[in-house]
T-cell receptor, first 108, second 116 residues
Framework: QKEVEQNSGPLSVPEGAIASLNCTYSDRVSQSFFWYRQYSGKSPELIMSIYSNGDKEDGRFTAQLNKASQYVSLLIRDSQPSDSATYLC????????FGKGTMLLVSP | EAGVAQSPRYKIIEKRQSVAFWCNPI?????LYWYQQILGQGPKLLIQ????????DSQLPKDRFSAERLKGVDSTLKIQPAKLEDSAVYLC??????????????FGAGSRLTVL
């Protein structure tokens, strides 16, 4: 069974700090990985995708992928209270498989 | 570009009743997904359509759930009879290729089902 594992949190960080979210996946066939943000009561929205080993930066967000370790992470720099949400990691083989999500709380 | 439309947004039914959800994907998106998201969990894939054909329905509880996409556009998801554990948000998503060639899923607002 393909699985994506995440710590459910909550992860609490002060405003301005770096938030680090982690994810492991079991399906070695997966080639594409995604981070979705989900505000309470809302549907998931894509914030980052990564396909190659290494880092990918987009504004305050950096995704990191290590296929040998089957590990994906998301760093959020200069965290803002508006970043408070659940972050879903997903891997793609035939279809997207989601983790349970990590709740991030950014305090002012 | 209009988003993925879903209805109804909320539905409350009693166990053993039936319910149907409707989804209209973004125009031109050939691939459509139905996901079930139980409170506190990540979305779980129920069924994937490519045009009007089923690509993957391995996690669809076929004794009570059914889905169709007859003309390759709109889709309906039906539950009959509903159980208490079916209480969840049912998310429809359609897929496009992003600028980098990667597949990008866009989700609808979801249909929240409460089974009493």
């Amino acid at each position: 069974q393909k699985e994506v594992e995440q710590n459910s949190g909550p992860l609490s960080v002060p405003e301005g700090a770096i938030a680090s979210l982690n994810c492991t996946y079991s399906d070695r066939v997966s080639q594409s990985f995604f981070w979705y943000r989900q505000y309470s009561g809302k549907s998931p929205e894509l914030i980052m995708s990564i396909y190659s080993n290494g880092d990918k930066e987009d504004g305050r967000f950096t995704a990191q992928l290590n296929k040998a370790s089957q590990y994906v992470s998301l760093l959020i720099r200069d965290s803002q209270p508006s970043d408070s949400a659940t972050y879903l990691c997903a891997s793609l083989s035939a279809a997207l498989t989601f983790g349970k999500g990590t709740m991030l709380l950014v305090s002012p | 570009e209009a988003g993925v439309a879903q209805s109804p947004r909320y539905k409350i039914i009693e166990k053993r009743q039936s319910v149907a959800f409707w989804c209209n994907p973004i125009s031109g998106h050939a691939t459509l997904y139905w996901y079930q998201q139980i409170l506190g969990q990540g979305p779980k894939l129920l069924i994937q359509f490519q045009n009007n054909g089923v690509v993957d329905d391995s996690q669809l509880p076929k004794d009570r759930f059914s889905a169709e996409r007859l003309k390759g556009v709109d889709s309906t998801l039906k539950i009959q009879p509903a159980k208490l554990e079916d209480s969840a948000v049912y998310l429809c998503a359609s897929e496009s290729q992003g600028a980098s060639g990667a597949n990008v899923l866009t989700f609808g607002a979801g249909s929240r089902l409460t089974v009493l």
